[in-house]
């Protein structure tokens, strides 16, 4: 693991939650957290062909990019977290899937909680997945 990676389920929350509050420290823009391209292995993960995954987070909402699968996970995702709800969902014409905002009051561990899950269940990540802090 290094300052800006992380390899298991306790190393990236604890990876998100510093990013969040750096983020939130530096006033920055956004924050972006990407899946390592390794976890693509053996048809387990996400599918490659459409890009790494990335988790955003800023002003209080997370966004991301889902497959029809993923984001009927991420529905039932929410129902763990109900302090988190769909604000929005973008479906441009000239793209695969769905740009999903969720609205994200709350502290930064809860946060962390809930992008870990995201990358585990909506993903569909392995355990042992790599994330990277790419944007903060």
């Known amino acids: 693991m290094t300052r800006f990676s992380a390899e298991t389920p306790r190393e990236r929350v604890r990876l998100i939650v510093d990013a ?24 387990i993960g996400p599918d490659p062909d459409l890009g790494v995954p990335w988790i955003q987070f800023a002003d209080g909402t997370i966004s991301l990019d889902c497959t029809d699968d993923e984001l009927e996970r991420l529905k039932g995702l929410l129902s763990q977290f109900p302090a988190f709800k769909i604000e929005e969902l973008i479906r441009p014409e000239d793209a695969d899937g769905t740009n999903a905002r969720v609205s994200a009051k709350a502290d930064a561990n809860r946060i962390a909680q809930f992008c870990e899950s995201v990358v585990q269940e909506v993903f569909d990540c392995p355990e042992d997945t790599t994330i990277w802090i790419v944007a903060v």
């Open 20 to 43: 969040i509050t750096a983020h939130r420290e530096r006033a920055s823009p956004y924050l972006t957290i990407e899946i390592d391209e390794t976890s693509f292995v053996d048809g």
